[in-house]
């Protein structure tokens, strides 16, 4: 069974529904580490309530990115927990050379619209301001970009008149919870391709 590691900044949800899967034998893997860049992050508590270790390691500075120091330290927890595979579910800072070369095509993200449209923050806001009438959400392999790399799965959701940013979210996470599951299952089978940015199941 492979051996997944969480990185998160916030409440945790995703990293949730994958240790909640992974309780319930819903999920190809057994998740090792939950890490954060912020100490009062929530989902530390969440990691530790489904008995795993989750640790705050120090991103040495604020902003997009982890030093390239801090960023190290990330990779040899990861290492030393035996993690084989990376999800990032609300991890607030752009992956740099150490985790992308440390985990080369074993990095995995979550992103709350239908990529590559409205990539970056409050992509949710962003979907609603300009009018879209499908939003969405994309579990995508991690390149040095932002929300560029590789799409796995994604999936739709309507966007109705009555929406806000708030209630547009909500309806998007719900989502979010199942493909996530979904797609790191279809890469945790191995049984699969890339070619250019497709990846064939
Ligand atoms: C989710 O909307 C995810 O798509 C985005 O950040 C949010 C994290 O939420 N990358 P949570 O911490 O998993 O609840």
Not at 140 to 157: F, R
Request: hydrophobic content about 45%; proline content about 6%.
């Amino acid at each position: 069974m492979s051996v997944i590691g969480v990185l998160a900044s916030g409440r945790g949800s995703n990293c949730e529904a994958l240790l909640r899967a992974a309780a319930e034998g819903r999920l190809q893997g057994r998740i090792a580490l939950v890490l954060s860049d912020r100490p009062e992050a929530p989902v530390l508590e969440t990691g530790r309530r489904f008995n795993v270790p989750a640790r705050y390691i120090d991103p040495g500075r604020k902003g997009a990115r982890l030093t390239p120091e801090a960023e190290a330290q990330y990779v040899g927890a990861l290492k030393d927990a035996g993690v084989e595979w990376v999800a990032l579910a609300g991890f607030m800072r752009i992956v740099g050379p150490e985790l992308l070369n440390g985990y080369a095509g074993r990095i995995v993200n979550i992103h709350p619209s239908l990529l590559p449209a409205f990539p970056g923050l409050d992509a949710q806001r962003q979907a609603l301001e300009y009018g879209v009438r499908v939003a969405g959400c994309t579990v995508h392999l991690v390149n040095e970009g932002v929300d560029t790399g590789p799409i796995v799965l994604q999936q739709p959701v309507p966007v109705l008149p009555t929406d806000t940013v708030e209630s547009l979210s909500a309806r998007i996470l719900e989502e979010e919870h199942g493909l996530y599951v979904r797609a790191l299952n279809l890469l945790l089978k191995g049984n699969y391709r890339i070619e250019g940015r497709r990846i064939f199941f």
